[in-house]
T-cell receptor, first 114, second 111 residues
Framework: SQTIHQWPATLVQPVGSPLSLECTVE??????LYWYRQAAGRGLQLLFY??????ISSEVPQNLSASRPQDRQFILSSKKLLLSDSGFYLC?????????????FGPGTRLTVL | GQQVMQIPQYQHVQEGEDFTTYCNSS?????IQWYKQRPGGHPVFLIQ???SGEVKKQKRLTFQFGEAKKNSSLHITATQTTDVGTYFC???????????WGAGTKLIIKP
């Protein structure tokens, strides 16, 4: 069965510090991978998605970047965090079958920027 | 651009009362999906509807997809504390790789 891991679970970082969040998927090959951000009490904002190694699509211009160095690894980074980067970061994977693209989410990383 | 509108934003109910959330898309959808996010948790896939007019049930949850495939609803009968959370609908975006998400409806059980 497929499993998705994210770490760390929680993170408190000062403004201006760098960020690296990692997501890995097990039990599937060539998944589509996604990074979302969710502000407190709000909906899901798609940040990046990837359909293959080295292929990154950015949805929102910001100080964040994403990389996919391996098939089942997706990394979210920032060189300098802003206060507005606080939120709940969710990684998700999907495999397109029959036109449907159900997404499966990891446990998330709760980031607080102070 | 394509949008999925979801209402209401919040719904407060007494335990045992019913709950309904509605989604409307600006375009015809090939399918619509529903997810539940428990407080502090991550979204979990509930169901996918594909056919025009489709109705699916999961115990006390009833999901409907409109005839025009532009709207959908989730109805929970006799809510329980385990139903607390935020319910999201989502439909395919312009590319097959993206989902367009509703803003979610938060189900709150009154004490």
């Amino acid at each position: 069965s497929q499993t998705i891991h994210q770490w760390p679970a929680t993170l408190v970082q000062p403004v201006g510090s760098p960020l690296s969040l990692e997501c890995t998927v097990e039990g599937t090959s060539n998944p589509n991978l996604y990074w979302y951000r969710q502000a407190a009490g709000r909906g899901l904002q798609l940040l990046f998605y990837s359909v293959g190694i080295g292929q990154i699509s950015s949805e929102v211009p910001q100080n964040l970047s994403a990389s996919r160095p391996q098939d089942r690894q997706f990394i979210l980074s920032s060189k300098k965090l802003l206060l507005s980067d606080s939120g709940f970061y969710l990684c998700a994977w999907s495999v397109l079958r029959g036109g449907a693209d159900t997404q499966y989410f990891g446990p998330g990383t709760r980031l607080t920027v102070l | 651009g394509q949008q999925v509108m979801q209402i209401p934003q919040y719904q407060h109910v007494q335990e045992g009362e019913d709950f309904t959330t509605y989604c409307n898309s600006s375009t015809t959808l090939s399918n619509i999906q529903w997810y539940k996010q428990r407080p502090g948790g991550h979204p979990v896939f509930l169901i996918q509807l594909v056919k025009s007019g489709e109705v699916k049930k999961q115990k006390r949850l009833t999901f409907q997809f409109g005839e025009a495939k532009k709207n959908s609803s989730l109805h929970i009968t006799a809510t329980q504390t385990t139903d607390v959370g935020t319910y999201f609908c989502a439909g395919p975006g312009d590319s097959n790789y993206q989902l367009i998400w509703g803003a979610g409806t938060k189900l709150i059980i009154k004490p």
